[in-house]
C-alpha cells in the first residue's frame, strides 16, 4: 500500500490558495478574504490562516497593503506554475516512472499511452 | 492571563486529582486540553473558574484568584460545563437576563450564531434536546466575548452537521485578547481550531506546546516498514504503520493529535 502524508493544515491553506489563483478565481491584483474571514470560512485557527498568508507573502504570491487587506500579487499565476511544474517534474513524475517500473510497463507503452492522454486533452 | 504554581486538589485523602501543577498561558490562543478519564480536566476548569478550592498552591486567572469570585472576575470568565441546567425560559428570555453580567457582550454575535446553530429565540429552553441547549450555551458564551472562555466537551451532543457549524463557528468569532480552552475527548472535532495543545496525566501537565512547533519538531508520516531507530511512536495501521518520527523532511505533516496523545500516554518524556 502506497501512502500519502498528509501536509500540515497551514501548508494546506497556503495551497487552497494557489488553486484559486491558478483557477481563475482569484485574480492577480484582485482581493482576496481576511485571515479572520478564511479562518471562518473554513473552520480553523486564526493564526494557522495568518501563518498560512504570511507564508506565502515570503514566496511573493501575496502581498498586503495596510488596513485595506490582502491582494494577489502581480504574476503570482506564473510563479506557481513554475514551482508546480517544478514539483511535478522533479518529484511526481519519477514516481509515476518508479511506478511503471515496477509494474513492467516499458518506455514506448508508457509513451503511446502518454500520447493518447496528451490527445484526450485537447 | 493564567498563572498556576504546584496547584493541588483532592476530593477526599484518598485520591489526588490534581497533583502538583503548574501552568503558564497567554491569550491569542486557543488551547486543546486533553487527558484520559479521570485525568483531572473537569476538575481543572472548576478551578480555574473559582467552583472549587484548591488544598495547595497558587492560582492566578485574569490577575485574580478564581476562588474569591469576585463580580470583575467573574464577568471575564464564561464555563461551558459538561452537565448544565437551563432555566424554563426562551432563549430571547435567558440571553435578556443573562447577558447584561458580561460587559463586553455582544447582542448582534448572539443573533448571529443562534441562526447559524438554526435555533429560534422564541424557543423555551425546557423543550430543547441536549445538544440545542449545548448550542444555545456554546453560542451564548462566545457572544459574552469574555477574556476566558473554557468548554468542557463542547461538542458532546452535537450532531454531525453542526460540529463543521461549531468549528467554524469558534474559528471566525475569537479576538486577540481571549483565551479559550476546550477540554475533550473528540479530537478531530477541534485539531484545525486549536493552535496549542495541553495534556493532562495524573494530575499534572505533562505536555504543553503549540501546534505549528509541534509540526516543526516531528513528521506526522504513515509507512510500510517500521524503521524502529527512526520511530519515536507507531502504531500499526492497514499495510503499515502511523508513526511520529523526529523532523527530517522540509515539508510539515499534520499533526495526528490522537497518534500524539497516544505516545505521550505511553511515554511523554520521549517528547521533552
Redesign the interface.
Known sequence: ?E??????????IGDDVKDKIMEGEYTEEGKIPST??L??????????TI?AYAVLQQEGIIYTQRGKGYFVSQGAKETIINDRKEEFLNEVLPETVEQANKLEISFDELQNYLKDLYHEEK | MVSINNLQFSYSKKATIIDQLNLELDP???VGLLGKNGAGKSTFFKLMSGLIHPKGGSINVLNETPFQRQPSFLSKLFLVPEEFELPPVTIKEFVKNTSPFYPRFDQRMIVELLDKFELKDNLNLKRLSYGQKKKVIIAFALATKAELILMDEPTNGLDIPSK?IF????????EEDQLIMISTHQVKDID????HLIVLDNGGVIYNES??DL?QKY??????QLIVAETLYAEPI???YKTIAPKQDQ?????DLELFFNALINDYKKFI
Do not use: C, H, W, Y
Open positions: 500500500m501512502f500519502k502524508n498528509t501536509k500540515s493544515i497551514f501548508t494546506q479572520r474571514e479562518a471562518g470560512i473554513v473552520g480553523v485557527n486564526p493564526n494557522t501563518k | 491569542g490562543k486557543i463543521a468549528r467554524k463557528i469558534m474559528a471566525g468569532n475569537f484545525t481550531i486549536i493552535d501546534i505549528f509540526t513528521d506526522f508520516l504513515k509507512v510500510q492497514l499495510g503499515g515539508d510539515d505533516t499534520q499533526v
